[in-house]
């Protein structure tokens, strides 16, 4: 594909999260996902790590702020930006690293006012936050205004939104209020018993895909829902499928890892899930806020 001055398409991404050694989390899952779908990846570590933290404890290299932030402006300075399509952050190292994302995806929009930017707010879980409070608000009050697409967990959501998000009501509600377009909640209430799911909220559409949940789930599924997700927009996928066919690949390479015993997502063995999934999700379509509803109706397929 050419753009109208003939030249190639923004199709790059450039992906800023954390590398591990072994597992498929952070980048690894990302650059992954990603380059199997056909996009260039600019990989950016936000810290180093033997394996995911949740496996025991390891050593832990985060660079130093100044030499992150002059990596992030060389980048600024390529000769290569206008190849860019999109920028996706997700877990990052400190604080300190907020303002140089954030200088990277206003460089990037400037380029190409398509770009889109995903921002991941990796941030916590139901056991509570598992990075410093100034980061969380850093990600909350310096990226998330400039996302297009933010993907927060119903934790992430919670703590970010400072709502209860206890039901699909308040999750909507908390959503729209953050204030990314689009936001895809992981992990959100789901009504089929014993299910999980992805609900997708926008100013005037909420839809909610959902599968039956898995037990011990390895850790990446974020990443991965996050990466895959941009790869179906920039693909040109409408809201709707881009959730459905996201919500399949990401619950197929799940459920085929978990039957295999693997303590990591095996998405080397699975690649072909990500583009042709074949797992079956209920998408369903919610009651939007915005609508007017009788008391006690919280969706409608």
């Given at each position: ?121 990796v941030i916590g879980d ?12 850093g990600i909350r009050d ?74 011990r789930p390895p850790n ?82």
């Open positions: 594909m050419t753009s109208e001055a003939g030249t190639a398409a923004p199709r790059a991404v450039i992906v800023v999260s954390s590398h591990v050694a072994r597992g498929s989390v952070g980048n690894r899952a990302a650059v992954f996902a990603l380059e199997t779908l056909g996009h260039p990846v600019w990989a950016v570590p936000t810290v180093m790590l033997p394996w995911h933290p949740g496996h025991g404890r390891a050593t832990r290299i985060v660079p130093p702020t100044e030499q992150f932030a002059a990596f992030m402006a060389d980048l600024e300075r390529a000769p290569w930006l206008g190849e860019v399509a999109a920028v996706l952050s997700g877990y990052l190292g400190e604080a300190g690293q907020v303002e140089a994302v954030a200088s990277l995806v206003e460089t990037v929009k400037a380029k190409n006012p398509q770009a889109l930017y995903v921002c991941d707010p139901s056991g509570g936050l598992y990075v410093a409070e100034a980061l969380a608000a310096r990226l998330l205004p400039l996302a297009d697409i933010a993907t927060p967990n119903r934790y992430e959501l919670e703590w970010l939104s400072g709502a209860k998000v206890d039901d699909m009501r308040a999750t909507m509600a908390a959503a729209l209020g953050l204030g990314p377009a689009t936001m895809l909640v992981t992990s959100a209430h789901a009504l089929m018993a014993n299910g999980t799911g992805n609900m997708l909220v926008t100013q005037t559409q909420a839809l909610l895909a959902e599968h039956r949940t898995v037990e990446g599924l974020g990443d991965l829902s996050a990466a895959v997700f941009l790869a179906r927009r920039l693909a040109g996928h409408t809201p709707a499928k881009a959730l459905q066919s996201t919500t399949a690949a990401v619950y197929e390479i799940l459920a085929r890892t978990s039957k295999r015993g693997g303590d990591e997502l095996q998405l080397e063995t699975d690649a072909q899930s990500l583009s042709h999934p074949m797992a079956m999700v209920e998408l369903r379509t919610l009651i939007h806020p915005s609508r007017s509803r009788k008391p006690g109706q919280d969706s409608g397929a």
